[in-house]
């Protein structure tokens, strides 16, 4: 499968299932191109090392794949949060948030991972896996507290879309992931820190 077009600017390569692979956002303003995740399948690894442009890369959390390819692409720089670059052994570490022109990477609260980044770019923000829930004794559970911090947070951003990493459109309005979100918030228990995930969630 090859590049998908979002906007004039913002296209990506969908994720892949065998090997398991992140979607991959390619963002070029002028000469420079951000890439948000690198996943793990060649495919991506070579479209990566494809690009004549300068490359900022921003991986959006640990997981293999959504950061194994850090260690087989050229980039120029790598920016992630401490608990990636304990896994990708390179690049920089984002602590809160770090704007590049008119491209945000932040952190953010999620139940999936520890150390999630997000990216904003106009109407669009990049979740990686953060909207999904955790694994945890076999089951897939969101963290009461970090779920409803989550909301708030992605409630405040001034954008249209969501980028929901593996699921089949990619590219969902804002609307459809909160009230997916809110539904999953609205069962929790007082005096239980989790709530066990509902639906489809990696
Ligand atoms: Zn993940």
């Given at each position: 499968m090859g590049l998908i077009e979002i906007t004039k600017n913002i296209s990506y390569l969908p994720a892949?299932?065998?090997?398991?692979?992140?979607?991959?956002?390619?963002?070029?303003?002028?000469?420079?191109?951000?890439?948000?995740?690198?996943?793990?399948?060649?495919?991506?690894?070579?479209?990566?090392?494809?690009?004549?442009?300068?490359?900022?890369?921003?991986?959006?959390?640990?997981?293999?794949?959504?950061?194994?390819?850090?260690?087989?692409?050229?980039?120029?720089?790598?920016?992630?949060?401490?608990?990636?670059?304990?896994?990708?052994?390179?690049?920089?570490?984002?602590?809160?948030?770090?704007?590049?022109?008119?491209?945000?990477?932040?952190?953010?609260?999620?139940?999936?991972?520890?150390?999630?980044?997000?990216?904003?770019?106009?109407?669009f923000a990049f979740l990686g896996d953060c909207a999904y829930a955790g694994f945890k004794h076999g089951k897939r559970l969101y963290n009461v507290y970090q779920l409803g911090q989550l909301i708030k947070l992605l409630e405040g951003l001034d954008v249209k879309y969501f980028g929901m990493s593996h699921y089949k459109n990619f590219i969902y309005e804002r609307e459809t992931v909160l009230t997916m979100l809110r539904e999953q918030y609205a069962k929790r228990t007082a005096g239980c820190d989790f709530i066990e995930a509902i639906g489809r969630s990696r």
């Open positions: 892949s299932e065998d090997p398991l692979s992140s979607d991959v956002v390619f963002i070029t303003k002028e000469n420079k191109t951000y890439i948000f995740d690198v996943g793990a399948n060649d495919e991506a690894a070579e479209m990566i090392n494809g690009i004549a442009n300068e490359k900022i890369v921003v991986i959006s959390h640990f997981h293999e794949d959504h950061a194994a390819n850090a260690e087989r692409i050229k980039f120029d720089e790598l920016y992630a949060s401490k608990e990636t670059i304990k896994h990708t052994h390179t690049g920089s570490v984002i602590s809160d948030k770090i704007v590049f022109d008119d491209i945000i990477a932040l952190t953010v609260p999620s139940s999936h991972a520890k150390g999630c980044v997000i990216i904003v770019c106009g109407d």
